[in-house]
């Protein structure tokens, strides 16, 4: 805990920058409601460079425990949800890799992932599935989300009280950070910027990692930022996906902390753990 920046101290125990070098066969499981899911997205990430059937992912509608719910709060998984063949997935591949039988596991699918929504399992060969990148950018005059660069530049502003925190929902009961919750009375807050997009016309499905990208400044030397993105139900409900948090004088970088100069405008990147979710077309996105 002394360690509040990264340091020569915590390069020692990086084993992202040594990735090249991590050649030990991998199953990776995880939940798009983990809230270790960051973790898995490293792990992800540093084992791209692995040959076929030396890597395999098996990413559910899960929290951290995993495979043991078909409801999450008020999301409704549906049927496939939990998978009756887990524990034999783990046993065929340390059987494989440990004691050399030939069962086939390296020869499957590299990706298994739960499509939120639609209640499917599909096969990839990488996560994610597509190297396709989509932008939306915030409008901040009128509040929108939009799929298109607005024409004008405009500025969103808020007073944040660090003695009345904006809540981020947990359900204590499920011991989850990345619990999915009901965000639409949190939104109406003064001290939260929304930004909703147009009633999409069709299903759009989400995959990967968000990365918020803004430009701002603060009357503070020092600040935190939250990024949520949610699923905007008919009914009003907005529904987490995902979420990112930082500390804005890390802005140049976890290793070179710096105090904010107040009123200058700087550039941050906020980033969320992974996540695959088919949105309805009855529906919206908020960030």
Known sequence: MKHKHYDEFLAQMDWKVRANNIHVPALIQSGWFDDNGVGTTEAIRATNHYTRGSRKLILGPWVHSGNAQYDLGPVHLGENALRFDIDLQHVRWFEHFLNGVNNGVDKEAPVEYYTLNTDKWKNADQFPPTE???????????????????????????????TNPIPHLIDVSQNELEFPNDYAEVEQRDDVLTFTSNELAEPMTITGWFKAIFYASSSAVNTDWAVRVTDVYPDGRSINIDDGVMNAIFYDGPDKPQLLKPGKVYKFEVETQKNFNSVGGWSSITS
């Open 132 to 162: 396709q990148q989509t932008s939306w950018y915030l409008d901040c005059e009128n509040g929108k989300l939009l799929p298109e660069k607005p024409t004008q530049e405009s500025i969103g502003k808020f007073d944040y009280d660090p």
